[in-house]
């Protein structure tokens, strides 16, 4: 069945599904102790605790790490409908520092995709709200599925 002959719950079902296929492999966002909060087809909202072995030599959240965080919601938000999708480009605008102890949550949209291609924007904020980084990414469709739709 093609994503467009859907009805909205398999949509979900299978954005669902996709997420906790990618998160059984990404070792990565496992190892940083990032949260998948919420998946629905073309959106993700994911969660991390900034660790104490996240901080920079400032004592702030590493800009790496906010930036996977935002990365890792554009993954799972650029995969949900079950098209193999990886990232072309990705930029970020820092806005504010986080700390040590910070729940970060980064929330990525879908703001247009076609058959091969994605733009997708990824907001970071803090437990407060406060916005933290500005992401956008780029996706590309690669060939294949995340799962198996038989």
């Known amino acids: 069945m093609s994503n467009e002959q859907q009805s909205p719950a398999q ?18 966002s496992q190892a ?14 994911l969660a991390m605790l900034v660790r104490g072995d996240m901080v920079n030599g400032h004592r ?22 079950n098209e193999n999708t990886v990232a072309a480009a990705a930029s970020i605008d820092f806005l504010a520092a ?33 916005r933290i980084a500005l992401f956008r990414g780029r996706s590309y469709r690669i060939d294949g599925h995340v799962v198996s739709t038989d």
């Open 98 to 130: 986080s700390h040590e102890g910070d729940e970060l949550t980064a929330v990525a949209t879908e703001l247009w995709r076609t058959r091969r291609n994605g733009i997708y924007e990824i907001t970071v904020t803090n437990q407060k709200g406060a």
């Open 32 to 45: 940083l102790g990032i949260r998948i909060v919420e998946i629905r087809p073309g959106y993700a909202r």
């Open 11 to 28: 949509a979900q079902h299978l954005a669902e599904k996709v997420a906790q296929a990618l998160f059984a492999n990404d070792k990565t």
């Open 60 to 81: 702030m959240c590493h800009g790496g790490m906010v930036f996977t965080l935002a990365d890792s919601a554009f993954a799972f938000a650029c995969n949900s409908c």
